[in-house]
């Protein structure tokens, strides 16, 4: 399960990174609102996925609640998937 969660981290965080530097951009300068509606669409399902597997790895992991928070934490802080699979999955 470790595995499929931290494609859904990568996943999650890149389509982050995607509406905050592209499609946004695209939408207010360019008045092209298409893609920020694909990809945070995508990037929504991918946010629900983050938040289930999180609650779900957590006994595999044997997280406390102060680590279950901070990798929940990590889903709304651009970049915080990267550095979360790196703190708290890539040791497994």
């Given at each position: 399960?470790?595995?499929?969660f931290r494609?859904?981290?990568?996943?999650?965080?890149?389509?982050?990174?995607?509406?905050?530097?592209?499609?946004?951009?695209?939408k207010y300068?360019?008045?092209?609102?298409?893609?920020?509606?694909?990809?945070?669409?995508?990037?929504?399902?991918?946010?629900?996925?983050?938040?289930?597997?999180?609650?779900l790895i957590?006994?595999?992991?044997?997280?406390?609640?102060?680590?279950?928070?901070?990798?929940?934490?990590?889903?709304?802080?651009?970049?915080?998937?990267?550095?979360?699979?790196?703190?708290?999955?890539?040791?497994?």
């Open positions: 399960m470790t595995t499929i494609l859904i981290s990568y996943l999650e965080g890149i389509s982050y990174l995607l509406i905050l530097f592209v499609t946004m951009p695209l300068l360019f008045a092209s609102p298409e893609p920020n509606k694909v990809i945070g669409m995508a990037h929504g399902f991918l946010f629900l996925l983050y938040i289930v597997f999180a609650f957590k006994p595999e992991k044997k997280w406390n609640n102060k680590t279950l928070i901070i990798v929940l934490l990590c889903s709304i802080i651009p970049f915080g998937t990267f550095w979360m699979d790196k703190k708290y999955l890539s040791k497994s």
